[in-house]
């Protein structure tokens, strides 16, 4: 699969928050979120293994027990079934890939 950088196909995902599934394969899925300033992502878990990189922006992270505050550059995995969470301090953008693939980010 192959994308081509777009404006269109974001989602509302939270107050503050959209996001867009980028590609996504058998076992992986990438998805784009662009987080507003001031947006709650609330503490949640599911079983897909997430793997993030911060490109521009400052978060809050909360994975389990652990706080990060993240900048652009700064990059997290959260285990499947982990319990995790974020505050968003500035406009931010954010790219994780999933795995196994999440079915509720699939392209309708």
Same mark, same amino acid.
């Given at each position: 699969?192959? &994308?081509? !950088?777009?404006?269109? $196909?974001?989602?509302? #995902?939270? /107050? @503050?928050?959209?996001?867009?599934?980028?590609?996504? $394969?058998?076992?992986?899925?990438?998805?784009?979120f662009?987080?507003?300033? @001031? &947006?709650?992502?609330?503490?949640? &878990?599911?079983?897909? /293994? !997430?793997?993030?990189y911060?490109?521009?922006?400052?978060?809050?992270?909360?994975? $389990?027990?652990?706080?990060?505050?993240? !900048?652009? @550059?700064?990059?997290?995995?959260?285990?499947? @079934? &982990?319990?995790?969470? #974020?505050?968003i301090?500035?406009?931010?953008?954010?790219?994780?890939?999933?795995?196994?693939?999440?079915?509720?980010?699939?392209?309708?």
């Amino acid at each position: 699969m192959f &994308a081509k !950088q777009s404006e269109s $196909g974001y989602r509302p #995902a939270l /107050e @503050g928050i959209e996001r867009k599934t980028l590609v996504h $394969g058998d076992k992986t899925l990438m998805t784009e979120f662009r987080l507003r300033k @001031g &947006a709650v992502l609330p503490r949640h &878990a599911h079983p897909h /293994e !997430q793997t993030g990189y911060l490109v521009k922006g400052r978060i809050r992270l909360r994975i $389990g027990a652990d706080e990060y505050d993240a !900048q652009a @550059g700064d990059s997290w995995c959260v285990p499947g @079934g &982990a319990e995790h969470e #974020a505050d968003i301090l500035e406009d931010s953008v954010a790219i994780e890939v999933f795995s196994p693939v999440r079915d509720d980010y699939l392209p309708a």
